[in-house]
């Protein structure tokens, strides 16, 4: 049935509508709706007991990105079509320092898309929307330093710990809304804005840096116990201890957000075009 269906569509594509494959490029800027949960620990205790000066609950969370994004669309009709999109997303460091300590968290991330078009043309103006369903794949990361001074009675003056976030990819949706000016047959710039819902959900947790002045302290690195974390249900324990070194530490689940409204702003080109009646243009 599948298949029939795909053929049929396949068809219906070859007939007298008018359609185009099309490629775009484009940058755009987001604000990222803040979640709400209270503040947990995020670091495997071992080393925050170890290094007390880390010791904190963490509430952090991402406010504002950037994105780049490629994609490829087939409008099967002047009013009809869909659209593959992928992106690189980038949301802006969230950098903390109280005079000691300072904490950085950052991610990076790629982002795919399928969207449904629905245009409808105005002259040289063509005014869209899309409807569509994303996944994200990426990384969190959470660098820590803290530095001395001389002012505190310790025996080093900086020390660095930085941990690494996997394991959150979550499907999604947006909406977009946008406009695009044709120059000509074959080019165009367009405008859009966009809401999208994105949740980032890490499962693990894992150490990759550890210095004290400057001196490599990545001890115990092979064993999950001491060098990762798990992330698990609302019911558990921020911390466990255990005889078996070999299971990471277990804490709370996260749930970072990267889902907000949006502006884009790119450039269109067509790639192929068949108007009606005609077999084709390359």
């Not at 987001?30 to 495997?44: K, L, T």
């Not at 330093?145 to 710990?161: A, I």
């Not at 080019?187 to 400057?214: C, M, N, V, W």
Request: aromatic fraction near 18%; hydrophobic fraction near 30%; proline fraction near 4%.
């Amino acid at each position: 049935m599948k298949f029939l269906l795909f053929l049929i569509t396949l068809i219906l594509c070859q007939f007298s509508w008018g359609q185009h494959i099309y490629g775009s490029v484009s940058v755009g800027y987001q604000h990222i709706n803040q979640g709400s949960q209270p503040p947990s620990y995020i670091v495997n205790t071992y080393h925050q007991i170890s290094n007390p000066w880390f010791w904190r609950l963490e509430d952090l969370s991402f406010s504002d990105a950037i994105s780049s994004d490629l994609s490829f669309g087939h409008m099967l009709t002047d009013n009809i079509g869909y659209e593959l999109s992928g992106s690189y997303f980038k949301p802006l460091t969230v950098a903390e320092n109280d005079g000691y300590t300072e904490r950085q968290f950052s991610g990076r991330f790629l982002r795919g898309s399928a969207k449904l078009i629905l245009s409808v043309p105005i002259k040289k103006f063509d005014l869209y929307t899309k409807l569509g369903v994303n996944y994200t794949v990426g990384k969190l990361f959470h660098y820590q330093r803290m530095y001395n001074k001389g002012e505190l009675p310790l025996s080093f003056d900086e020390s660095t710990l930085k941990y690494e976030y996997t394991g959150g990819s979550k499907l999604g949706y947006n909406l977009a809304l946008g406009t695009s000016y044709n120059f000509n047959n074959w080019l165009s710039l367009f405008t859009e804005i966009y809401a999208i819902y994105q949740p980032f959900e890490p499962s693990k947790g894992q150490r990759t840096e550890q210095t004290t002045d400057g001196v490599d302290e990545m001890q115990y690195n092979d064993d999950p116990y001491f060098s990762q974390v798990q992330f698990g249900d609302e019911s558990e324990w921020y911390y466990y201890t255990s005889d078996d070194k070999s299971q990471p530490q277990k804490l709370y689940k996260r749930n970072y957000s990267l889902g907000g409204i949006g502006i884009n702003l790119g450039i269109k080109f067509t790639l192929w075009s068949k108007k009606k009646g005609e077999s084709g243009t390359p």
